[in-house]
């Protein structure tokens, strides 16, 4: 599984990355198993949200939680229990995430997009966009 972190600090749009992903995705010709609110919640645009996509032959995970310790080792725990090929999750700066990282399997890689607080949300939609391009890239 490659994993593909979204990582920022809080309300960079780490959150809002992951939806615009889901839906850039669906545009183009992914297909959703399964997409909830985290929690127990219902899936709500804009909320944090786990979803399974079918990509390419791909199997894609996207899970936008809490940032904290134990939302990462969720992520990773949905990736491996759903096999995901690529498991999209957010992570904030500031914390450590060594133990929650170990989690994933052997051979399992790992690769961080920043995702830079912009001042307007003009400028955060241009980084949000940059990181998406970014990742809809990585999935071949």
Not at 44 to 63: E, H, P, S, T
Not at 95 to 102: E, R
Not at 103 to 116: H, I, K, Q, S, V
Request: charged share 20%; hydrophobic share 40%; glycine share 10%.
């Amino acid at each position: 599984m490659r994993i593909l972190l979204i990582y920022g600090v809080m309300n960079a749009g780490k959150t809002t990355a992951c939806h615009l992903l889901f839906n850039d995705l669906k545009a183009i010709g992914a297909t959703c198993s399964q997409c909830d609110g985290i929690d127990g919640r219902s899936f709500m645009q804009g909320d944090d949200f786990k979803a399974l996509l079918m990509f390419r032959n791909k199997i894609v995970g996207i899970y936008s939680a809490g940032d904290g310790k134990d939302y990462v080792a969720a992520a990773i725990d949905f990736g491996l229990q759903n096999k995901c090929d690529y498991l999209v999750a957010t992570v904030r700066k500031g914390i450590h995430y060594s133990a929650s990282l170990n989690r994933r399997a052997p051979g399992d890689t790992c690769e961080w997009f920043e995702l830079a607080k912009g001042n307007s949300p003009a400028e955060m939609t241009q980084y949000e966009a940059k990181i998406i391009s970014s990742i809809i890239d990585n999935i071949k």
